[in-house]
């Protein structure tokens, strides 16, 4: 079993920034890839950025350029660096971790970006 903790969420004006946290703690050891999901009122939960243990990184195209995913030291912490933030990014930010055949969610925490 994986827990996820997220924070750093909040309120900020367009063009602004923001850095969101997630914690594991648990099985952490059996963790393949880390990342990030959104979904916004009446839309599909979709990939934010996500990074495998070796460092790979994927991102969606309307992020990209914009944000940046990595992991912490220890391995068992995923950042996502948010800049220009546009106000379309506003959604519920969901921490994902995945260990074969498993898939782990965090409590998500709410982005809202103001035009």
């Known amino acids: 079993q994986v827990q996820l903790v997220e924070s750093g969420g909040g309120l900020v004006q367009a063009g602004g920034s923001l850095r969101l946290s997630c914690a594991a703690s648990g099985s952490i050891f059996s963790i393949n890839v880390m990342g990030w999901y959104r979904q916004a009122p009446g839309k599909q939960r979709e990939l934010v950025a996500a990074i495998t243990s070796g460092g790979s990184t994927n991102y969606a195209d309307s992020v990209k350029g914009r944000f940046t995913v990595s992991r912490g030291n220890a391995k068992n912490t995923v950042f996502l660096q948010m800049n220009s933030l546009k106000p379309e990014d506003t959604a519920v930010y969901y921490c994902?971790?995945?260990?074969?055949?498993?898939?782990?969610w965090g409590q998500g925490t709410q982005v809202t970006v103001s035009s």
């Open positions: 994902n971790a995945r260990s074969i055949p498993y898939i782990y």
